[in-house]
């Protein structure tokens, strides 16, 4: 069964930094696709930021140049550096990892809380 599970959440004022971390078990094999979503209360999840199996990534408008989002493939893992923080980045984070349109996989989500 394969697991996702996040981990680096926490409080931080603006301007500070973090780095999220997400860890896959259950499976030997890379995901296709890994990326960060987010969800503030009231709002829809949204992307953050992706990464493919060869590297390139991409990222939202609202994250562009203040979020670093990279994988480990040997390990399996997905991490997320978050720089000068805002408190419009204040969101529940989830790791996300797919290998094809019918077999998708999310963490469970950690908390980030940026004060003003």
């Known amino acids: 069964q394969v697991q996702l599970v996040e981990s680096g959440g926490g409080l931080v004022q603006a301007g500070g930094s973090l780095r999220l971390s997400c860890a896959a078990s259950?499976?030997?094999?890379?995901?296709?696709?890994m990326a960060w979503y987010r969800q503030a209360p009231g709002n829809q999840r949204e992307m953050v930021a992706a990464i493919s199996s060869g590297g390139s990534t991409s990222y939202s408008d609202s994250v562009e140049g203040r979020f670093t989002i990279s994988r480990d493939n040997a390990k399996n893992t997905l991490a997320l550096q978050m720089n000068d923080l805002k408190p419009e980045d204040t969101a529940v984070y989830y790791c996300y990892g797919k290998y094809n349109i019918y077999n998708t996989y999310w963490g469970q989500g950690t908390q980030v809380t940026v004060s003003s």
């Open positions: 259950g499976t030997t094999r890379s995901f296709n696709t």
